[in-house]
């Protein structure tokens, strides 16, 4: 058979676009991580919007407290505090990819990963310091002592260099610089201080302090701590919005969602109480910061807000005691 000249183009056209095609990664989907502490798994829900749909539901140690999503999204860490070790999940496949054991590894709570994806680092709340392990082989790298007592939630800077540690309890927040591996310095804040948020240009960390029901502000170049801010209602963990002038704190006592506004210097203030399900705690933003997940580990709940109008637009029944939750974009 002969081509004509334009049959020829077409078929260069053709097998051009089926390259271009083949070369682009596949879609995938957007997908709500969590760990259900009683019953030690790891939830996984597609992700939506307001629309939650369970897809998975995998085996995790004893106790699990804590997650966290590598950089590429293609892994997840869970933190197993009872037994003592990390699940490794693969999300491609939707399996657990490997259990991580040590001896050094002990009572693993707050996660996070590097920007690059190499390293993980665990809190250790029995053993007052931060583990630093591979991604890779889940070798120890090494072992950082915090200098403060209970070190339960992570927070690593956006360009990894920084990692602040929250020392449930001797009050403080441990800066340690990830490039040499220690502590350069230790900031008093309230009584038991876990969620943490940094404002989005870097300036401000944000520390709720449990016991204290206040919310304090650290300015990150200086170190210096202004607010609080109080709160009331034993608040839990905080995320702020994008552009950094909400931020959305996690109420237990009052079964609410507190909203804070960050706007005004010193008059920040508590903005509203949004209720929520019985004593919630995680808490998560999706990928545009429109719809924000609320875990109420009292009865067993996810509630779903849409930020665009400030209210609950859903409840989601998961696992018991929903704790830690992450989100992939």
């Not at 682009?24 to 749909?53: I, M, Y």
């Not at 250790?124 to 339960?152: C, F, N, R, W, Y």
């Not at 995320?239 to 237990?252: E, F």
């Not at 903005?271 to 004593?279: D, E, M, R, S, W």
Request: charged fraction near 20%; charge should be neutral.
């Amino acid at each position: 058979m002969t081509l004509t000249l334009r049959q020829s183009w077409l078929l260069v056209i053709l097998a051009c676009s089926w390259s271009v095609a083949a070369a682009q990664p596949a879609s995938r989907d957007s997908l709500l991580l969590v760990v259900h502490r009683t019953d030690a798994t790891l939830g996984v829900f597609k992700a939506q919007g307001a629309s939650l749909t369970s897809v998975k539901t995998l085996p995790t140690g004893s106790g699990p407290r804590e997650v966290c999503i590598t950089p590429d999204g293609r892994r997840a860490y869970v933190s197993n505090k009872d037994d003592h070790s990390l699940t490794v999940v693969d999300l491609d496949t939707m399996t657990v990819a490997a259990t991580v054991t040590d001896p050094t590894l002990r009572s693993p709570e707050g996660l996070a990963v590097s920007p690059d994806g190499k390293r993980l680092y665990v809190a250790m709340s029995a053993q007052d310091s931060v583990l630093v392990l591979s991604t890779d082989t889940h070798g120890v790298i090494k072992e950082i002592p915090t200098g403060g007592k209970t070190p339960m939630r992570l927070l690593l800077a956006p360009d990894g260099r920084t990692l602040w540690v929250a020392n449930d309890q001797s009050f403080s927040v441990s800066v340690i610089d990830t490039t040499s591996g220690t502590v350069a310095a230790t900031i008093k804040v309230g009584k038991q201080p876990r969620g943490m948020a940094l404002t989005p240009d870097g300036k401000m960390l944000l520390v709720v302090n449990v016991s204290q029901d206040t919310l304090s502000f650290v300015e990150t170049a200086s170190r210096q701590v202004t607010g609080p801010v109080g709160l009331g209602h034993a608040p839990q963990r905080i995320v702020l919005a994008p552009d950094g002038q909400l931020g959305y704190v996690t109420g237990r006592g009052c079964d609410a969602l507190l909203f804070v506004d960050l706007r005004g210097g010193a008059n920040r203030s508590l903005k509203k109480q949004l209720p929520v399900g019985a004593q919630p705690n995680g808490l998560v933003l999706n990928g545009d910061g429109t719809y924000l997940y609320v875990g109420n580990d009292k009865d067993n709940t996810l509630s779903v807000i849409d930020l665009r109008v400030m209210e609950a637009v859903r409840t989601v029944p998961t696992g018991r005691f929903p704790d830690g939750l992450a989100f992939r974009q």
